[in-house]
């Protein structure tokens, strides 16, 4: 065998062991997480299975989040991200990063509202069920699932477990909506 073949097979396999063992911090920091507004307090682990502690999404406090490069989103161009949230939003599905283009695909989470509105003086849960989102350009471009508001509370009246608002996710020109009823 001739050197250089030597050195192409040397140089394959490592290119195999770096993107193996890429950290998940450098996957991040490729795929501009952090300007898009997902944050951490430590990122460990490598693309493929990696954990990230006391994450947060904008001003919503995730909890840890574990997560991991797509494998089917290896041949729908990259930048996919499975992910499974246990904190104070539960919640899993794909996170879509590339380029000019951001959302979340098969997404079904709960959310304490007071997460997602600190300051507003209601409680009770939001519930995303198969959510797809793709924003481009900071515009919503399509949207598709179920919103639901469920056990909703006011200060000094009584929870009302019974009423649930929900409604189908769709996009508004730029801005992504979710008129909500009575089911």
């Given at each position: 065998?001739?050197?250089?073949?030597?050195?192409?097979?040397?140089?394959?396999?490592?290119?195999?062991?770096?993107?193996?063992?890429?950290?998940?911090?450098?996957?991040?920091?490729?795929?501009?997480?952090?300007?898009?507004?997902?944050?951490?307090?430590?990122?460990?682990?490598?693309?493929?299975?990696?954990?990230?502690?006391?994450?947060?999404?904008g001003a919503v406090d995730l909890?840890?989040?574990?997560?991991?490069?797509?494998?089917?989103?290896?041949?729908?161009?990259?930048?996919?991200?499975?992910?499974?949230?246990?904190?104070?939003?539960?919640?899993?599905?794909?996170?879509?990063?590339?380029?000019?283009?951001?959302?979340?695909?098969?997404?079904?989470?709960?959310?304490?509202?007071?997460?997602?509105?600190?300051?507003?003086?209601?409680?009770?849960?939001?519930?995303?069920?198969?959510?797809?989102?793709?924003?481009?350009?900071?515009?919503?471009?399509?949207?598709?699932?179920?919103?639901?508001?469920?056990?909703?509370?006011?200060?000094?009246?009584?929870?009302?477990?019974?009423?649930?608002?929900?409604?189908?996710?769709?996009?508004?020109?730029?801005?992504?909506?979710?008129?909500?009823?009575?089911?």
């Amino acid at each position: 065998m001739s050197r250089l073949r030597l050195l192409q097979i040397f140089g394959a396999a490592l290119l195999v062991v770096l993107v193996t063992l890429a950290p998940l911090r450098l996957a991040l920091d490729i795929m501009g997480a952090e300007r898009r507004g997902l944050a951490a307090r430590a990122a460990t682990g490598t693309i493929w299975r990696g954990q990230l502690g006391d994450a947060r999404f904008g001003a919503v406090d995730l909890g840890d989040v574990r997560l991991g490069l797509d494998i089917p989103g290896l041949f729908l161009g990259g930048g996919r991200l499975w992910f499974v949230a246990k904190g104070p939003a539960e919640g899993r599905g794909v996170l879509l990063m590339t380029g000019s283009r951001f959302g979340a695909a098969g997404l079904d989470a709960r959310l304490p509202l007071q997460t997602l509105m600190p300051a507003a003086h209601f409680s009770g849960r939001l519930r995303l069920e198969d959510a797809h989102v793709e924003f481009r350009h900071g515009g919503c471009r399509s949207a598709k699932g179920r919103v639901r508001l469920e056990g909703l509370s006011l200060p000094g009246a009584a929870p009302a477990p019974d009423l649930v608002l929900s409604g189908g996710l769709s996009c508004r020109g730029r801005t992504l909506v979710a008129p909500l009823g009575e089911p």
